[in-house]
């Protein structure tokens, strides 16, 4: 993907170009607002990743600029500002998504995954299988080696949402959001206990464990 | 704020149109007293001074020049205004116009119908006493009296003109003060609704008093104090936006540089952990940081929030179900208890839930296992409620108040983990919902309340079948 960076803090701006360059995107790299706007202008990019607060022009008056242009490149929005009510003015700006730092690099990427996944899942995707592992989305069924696993909910929900990242690590902050539509930090285990029911019932019986902790990074189910 | 019915300025207006009203008719009933007095004395004196020039004509000892003299003067006063008696010493024979028992020597009342008969006067309005003065001579006794009519006239006079000024004046001063009264109190109004408006958030409000006295001069210091409090909170909220940067910033880079690291396979599985352990605090740091600058927000009363109907009941089982794995694994038990109607209030779905389940967890971590925790929507009277039970330690009456504080953690919590934040940011939630936290005994166990001031909209009346 042709991704558009505008970022002031140098040194953040070349953690991302590597981490993103890494995974096979092209990244160019402004430091200004003004200089990001006219370059997207060019409507070139698959994807925005806006620093709220740049010298001069800010990233949310760029990315309202360019919505009231009628380009829609997706973006993304990198903010100190944390608050709730700052992520709704964001998105109310015409962002995707709204990134607080400091942010895990994996849930840089995991967002941007599920932005430009957005358009696929418009095809009815019935059954994801992954090795033994497979998930009915139509009959709310799992099965791993043949055996049916009985999942509550949360914890089909939470499957499903690995199941279509193969692979990705994802952050406790993106769960939350997806599988429980929360915004805020319950400051409890909700995703710890899931992930350990979870691990229970699809890997616990067998050799092959899927789904990994990464410690104080994330979770990720490895095919 | 609820006013009393009649404001200070109006009772200010009436206790001085009283203190007035007072004032003159005690100045009036003083003058009163003192004309009176000195007209009585005058009168005396006058009587006493006809007396003696009579006197002075018997000390001549001609009984007849005296005679002439005193049906000179009977003729000359008219309509009984002035009474004259003159009492032979050696016949006892009274003449004149005063006919008495008995003669008398000095100064003396003499009330009509008891002293003097009624029928010895003439003309029109009889008099009701008479001030006389008697003297003894050769020739006998002589005595003058002079009604007191006009002492009483003059005193009416003086009542009547007192009165009808008193009347005038007091209407005058009553309704001046009313009209002030009602301007001042008009004035007094603004101020509160602008105070009420500024602790409502809307730092922007003015008082604009354009009048020349004391309370412009008030309303322009508070207009003034108003422009200070605005400029703080502006700067508070520039600081906090600066130090949010500033401390992002390098804490953004600070995590950058670590993440990889977690994450290669090229790093000891134990250095990854110890780094992993990093990233965790870093993102501790970041969460109380995220947590302080809300509440400041919250508390700052400046946050948009939405206003649409929420479902009590459907809320508090969506929390439940989220945080029910979290309460077995912890040995607690949670479950909620929904009325049988719908309740809805006005409010931020996604806040009311933080709120909600900042109780939850509260009482989670507070209690020690195993703990009964029950989230339950009701009634209260008219008002709608949210509460979470629990049969924990509870928080001793004395603290209540206290806890809600900012980072306030009683000692009997310290080996709890939390910042100290829960309670406050769920205070301040209810705060910008006009609900209010309430904390009571559960007798044992907390009972934390969220109490909302009404319902969103009458619940369906349910018709019995």
Redesign the interface.
Known sequence: MKILLAED?T??AA??VK?LSGEGHVVDHLAKGKDALSQAMSGDYDLLILDR?MPGLDGLSVLKSLRAAKIDTPAILLT??????DK?AGLRGGADDYI???????ELLARIDTICRRPATRDEVLEIVIGDLRLDILKREVTRDGTRVDLQP?EFLLLKHFMERPGR?QTRTVLLESV?G?????????V???I??LRNKIDKPFDKHYLVT????GYVLQP | MRRPPLSWSMRFALALSAVFTIGTLSAGGLSYLFLSREMTQRLEADVQSSAESLARLAATGDRTDLREQIIAQVRSSRDSASLFAFVDATSMQPFGSLQLAAPFEGPRRLLVGQDIPESQLTGGEAAEAYRAFGMRTDLGWIIVARDEAWVAESGEILVQTTASSLVLAALLSIGLALVIARKNERRVDRMDRVLDAVGAGHLDQRIKDDGSDDLADLAARVDQMLDRLEAGVESIRQVSTDVAHDLRAPLARLRMRLEPQALSAEVPMQTRHEIGSALMDIDAISGTFDAILRLARLQSGTVERRNDPVDLGDMATTVCEILQAPAEDTGHALDVDLPATRIQVYGDEDMLSQALTNLVVNAMEHCSPPAVIRITVGMRGEQPFLAVFDNGPGIPEADCARVLERFVRLDASRSVPGTGLGLSLAAAIADLHHATLVLEDNAPGLKASILFAQPAATPAVLTKA
């Open positions: 803090d040194e953040t953690y991302v981490g607060m100190s500002m944390g608050a709730v009510e709704v607080v730092k400091p942010f895990a690099f994996v949360r690590v429980w929360l915004h805020f930090d319950p400051k409890t285990s909700v710890e206990t899931h350990s029911r990464l410690h104080g990074v």
